[in-house]
């Protein structure tokens, strides 16, 4: 598994990425990219009440299936303005998180990610999996130490570039590229690419 630093950065990067297509209006839109990001890590939450909270971790919401399910609610929620761009976004950020995860290396049983459930209990690891694993026992107070701070580390090097990257992109995107190619602007955009 990743810290939710990782998963967060690669939800901003996917709010970049994903042009104002997906992601207007604004900050209101960034945040919830980082929420659902990090969303699948919700397992942890159902492990307080058996007294370990890596109990439920790395399984139902860590599938397609999961992912699949939040993006029909987000669709339907907001069926009524933009649903389908919501829910396709919502999908893109659920596949990062468990992208994230899948190349991270997990040293805490069961390892891996359920992949294909309800279907497949099977649990899916992948063999060069090269993003440093979070140490953690069954308290949440065991998550804070000297390794877990280097892995938030190599995340930073790994994901922040990454999202600079998208933000350079986007801006050059909703700005230069109107130059060149007048048709892409859009009535009641800023240079940002954001609805006013
Ligand atoms: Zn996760």
Redesign the pocket.
């Known amino acids: ?2 810290t939710p630093i990782g ?1 967060s950065l690669a939800g901003v990067s996917v709010y970049f990425l994903s042009g104002r297509r997906f992601s207007s209006p604004g900050w209101k839109a960034l945040f919830f990219c980082i929420v659902v990001a ?1 969303l ?2 919700i ?1 942890f939450l159902p492990g307080f009440f058996v007294g370990n909270f890596n109990y439920f ?2 399984k139902g ?2 599938s397609l299936f999961f992912a699949l399910a939040v993006s029909l609610g987000v669709w339907f929620v907001s069926r009524k303005s933009g649903g389908v761009k919501w829910g396709l976004l919502t999908f893109i950020l659920v596949l990062s ?2 992208a ?2 899948y190349i991270a290396i997990d040293r805490t049983a069961p390892f891996g ?1 359920q992949l294909l459930w309800p279907f497949s209990g099977k649990y899916f690891y992948f063999k060069y999996a090269f993003l440093p694993d979070v140490w953690r026992e069954s308290s949440v107070v065991s998550v804070f130490n000297r390794h877990n701070l280097r892995t938030v580390i190599v995340e930073l090097a790994v994901f922040l570039p990454i999202a600079l990257l998208s933000v350079i992109l986007r801006s050059v995107a909703t700005k230069n590229l109107y130059r060149f190619f007048p048709f892409v602007s859009r009535k009641g955009q800023n240079d940002t690419g954001l609805r006013k």
């Open positions: 598994m990743s998963h990090c699948p890590d397992d971790h790395h919401t860590h998180h468990l994230v995860d990610i």
